[in-house]
T-cell receptor, first 114, second 113 residues
Framework: DAGVIQSPRHEVTEMGQEVTLRCKPI?????LFWYRQTMMRGLELLIY????????DSGMPEDRFSAKMPNASFSTLKIQPSEPRDSAVYFC????????????FGPGTRLLVL | GESVGLHLPTLSVQEGDNSIINCAYS??????FIWYKQESGKGPQFIID?????DKRQGQRVTVLLNKTVKHLSLQIAATQPGDSAVYFC????????????FGSGTQLTVLP
């Protein structure tokens, strides 16, 4: 298995632009998680899906952030408009179920908003 | 609120020595614990996990110890190698948290030649 796949690996954009991050979970996993990692805050859970349905989005910073999971093999995290404070590494992880079981992380997308 | 924290932000060990990374948690309802290793520029990688009905679990060169009485978790790495240099995170979950993982702040392990 290729593991969790994320794209792009690096993204540099200007403030105000729309950013779309993509994730393909491990085949057969039915839970998907989006995290943000910064030096100041560490790893923060933004949102997670179970069977393609958003379960908890309380970690999403504000309305500029949105996430979708149209099918079991694809999810997007969108930031519109982007701001410099959104600069971070964004990780996607998946697991067989959300029940505290092992989450497998992707390589992350390094986002820099100028 | 409930949180997971680490005692030591940095740890340096000589190659070949054993490493011990500690983690304290505050949620007494936590019943699942996991250690991740994150190398520079990569995502967290699963190392080992343990459930609250156990106090010790061993993997290849790694051992996790759980002391529920003092809410303490540790990761022991035997014969530390340069490739072990990374940030190590502990995480915990409970049924009360809808099984979401709560991550600690991480410990930077540096292996000295």
């Amino acid at each position: 298995d290729a593991g969790v796949i994320q794209s792009p690996r690096h993204e540099v954009t200007e403030m105000g632009q729309e950013v779309t991050l993509r994730c393909k979970p491990i085949s057969g996993h039915n839970s998907l998680f989006w995290y943000r990692q910064t030096m100041m805050r560490g790893l923060e859970l933004l949102i997670y899906f179970n069977n393609n349905v958003p379960i908890d989005d309380s970690g999403m910073p504000e309305d500029r952030f949105s996430a979708k999971m149209p099918n079991a093999s694809f999810s997007t995290l969108k930031i519109q408009p982007s701001e410099p404070r959104d600069s971070a590494v964004y990780f996607c992880a998946s697991s067989f179920r959300p029940g505290g079981e092992t989450q497998y992380f992707g390589p992350g997308t390094r986002l820099l908003v100028l | 609120g409930e949180s997971v924290g680490l005692h030591l932000p940095t740890l340096s060990v000589q190659e070949g020595d054993n490493s011990i990374i500690n983690c304290a948690y505050s949620n007494s309802a936590s019943d699942y614990f996991i250690w991740y290793k994150q190398e520079s520029g990569k995502g967290p990688q699963f190392i080992i996990d343990i459930r609250s009905n156990m106090d010790k679990r061993q993997g290849q060169r790694v051992t996790v110890l759980l002391n529920k009485t003092v809410k303490h978790l540790s990761l022991q790495i035997a014969a530390t190698q340069p490739g072990d240099s990374a940030v190590y995170f502990c995480a915990e979950s409970s049924s009360g948290s809808a099984r979401q993982l709560t991550f600690g702040s991480g410990t930077q392990l540096t292996v000295l030649p």
